[in-house]
């Protein structure tokens, strides 16, 4: 029995069915990724005004998370089906139309339960559009656009932040900063509902090689058994929770884990930031040379020596480790999206690219908070090596989908 998909089958998916998407749908794709990121992004400047108004405890900004997850998890899960249902445009403008009204009632609440009641909303439509975009992207778009879709994304995520400073600087309120975003997200629905239309005639009937075998319809849970599915979904997690569990933690390690100054671990942790940024950024130049697996190969085993300088080597070469781990991720998430068509297949990738994306929020709850475990267990110096030992599976696992699907 094959352990993977036929490739005979499957070849054109990388090349035929994955035709130049229409320029507009390429503009539009890229403006719905920025938006996308800009309300979580915006909670980090809001939540001490948030709180001062509502009388809240710090602990209040995790209820507001742990709702936007919920909702996000559960849309982006059953994603293939929304997609099966809705079709691509008329998804991605209902989803960003949710969030918009999520957001007019976050902007207007006038009690912390609405505020808290908006979070869900705003989670599934969230990870209704972030799995939306990314299935469509990962069978129309080449192996760049993917990588420059997720460094969109990495400058909405700087965006959000800056729009909500200014907001509270110009009106003395974090609700207009929440009502600006409302707007812009209200504006990409109306964008998407316009060119709903071109998204179902761009996407088109799934392109099979002559004389393969007609596609079926997979379940949700047909999906979710396949075996390569599970690795691909094991894979985002552990790749995300190195991600988030570096980001969230480098501050403290270094600061109050090695006794560096403020100054000094807060750029560290805008360097790993900027670091993803720009490595997507420079692996959309020449990810169409270089090729998804190479190129996620690469990634690893810089993520392997950047996580083991920062966990093991003196203080200078840790702090250029920092950088090199950030860097090293870039290609990570946005390769193995752009490879899923081809290896899982037409009727698959729908379903996959949902279960991924909601891998990817679990490992981004779930390793950060593992990391704050181990540094109340043991020490704040047990976060590098978890971070390294992550790796190392990551390199694993995808030495073992390679062979399953060589």
Same mark, same amino acid.
């Given at each position: 029995m094959s352990n993977g998909p036929d490739r005979k089958a499957l070849s054109p998916v990388s090349s035929s069915a994955r035709a130049a998407p229409r320029a507009l749908l390429v503009v539009v794709a890229y403006l719905g990724f920025v938006s996308l990121a800009l309300p979580d992004a915006a909670h980090?400047?809001?939540?001490?005004?948030?709180?001062?108004?509502f009388?809240?405890?710090q602990s209040g900004l995790g209820l507001v998370m742990a709702g936007t997850a919920s909702g996000f998890f559960v849309s982006s899960f059953f994603a293939g089906r929304l997609l099966e249902a809705f079709g691509v445009g008329r998804l991605l403008a209902g989803s960003t139309g949710l969030v918009a009204a999520?957001?007019?009632?976050v902007a207007a609440a006038p009690a912390f339960p609405v505020f808290l009641a908006a979070a869900p909303l705003v989670g599934l439509g969230s990870g209704a559009i972030d799995s939306g975009l990314n299935a469509y992207a990962a069978k129309r778009f080449s192996a760049r656009h993917m990588n420059w879709l997720h460094a969109a994304f990495g400058f909405g995520a700087a965006c959000g932040p800056l729009l909500m400073t200014g907001a509270i600087l110009a009106t003395d309120t974090w609700r207009l900063g929440y009502a600006a975003i409302a707007v812009i997200m209200g504006a990409m629905a109306l964008l998407f509902l316009s060119t709903r239309g071109l998204w179902r005639a761009d996407a088109g009937e799934p392109i099979a090689a002559e004389g393969a075998p007609p596609q079926t319809r997979v379940t949700t849970r047909g999906a979710l058994a396949n075996p390569l599915v599970q690795?691909?979904? +094991?894979?985002?997690?552990?790749?995300? @929770?190195?991600?988030? @569990? +570096?980001?969230?933690w480098i501050f403290?390690?270094?600061?109050?884990?090695?006794?560096l100054s403020v100054e000094l671990a807060g750029t560290m942790t805008g360097l790993f930031w900027g670091g993803l940024f720009v490595g997507r950024v420079a692996f959309g130049l020449f990810a169409d040379r270089i090729g998804e697996d190479r190129s996620v190969r690469l990634g690893l085993l810089g993520m392997a020596v950047g996580a083991a300088a920062f966990a093991f080597a003196p203080t200078a070469l840790s702090l250029a480790g920092i950088v090199l781990l950030g860097l090293a991720c870039a290609p990570i998430f946005p390769m193995l999206m752009s490879r899923t068509p081809a290896r899982l297949g037409e009727a698959l990738t729908a379903h996959a690219v949902g279960f991924q994306v909601s891998a990817a929020m679990l @490992?981004?709850?779930?390793f950060p908070a593992l990391g704050g475990v181990l540094a109340?267990?043991?020490?704040?110096?047990?976060?590098?090596?978890?971070?390294?030992?992550?790796v190392l599976a990551l390199i694993a696992l995808n030495a073992v989908l390679e062979r399953r699907t060589a």
């Open positions: 980090g400047v809001s939540w001490p005004f948030v709180r001062e108004a009388g809240l405890p999520a957001l007019v009632a690795l691909q979904v +094991a894979m985002f997690c552990l790749y995300v @929770g190195v991600e988030f @569990g +570096a980001g969230l403290a390690v270094l600061t109050e884990g090695r006794g @490992g981004g709850v779930i109340d267990v043991l020490s704040l110096e047990a976060i590098p090596v978890m971070l390294v030992a992550t």
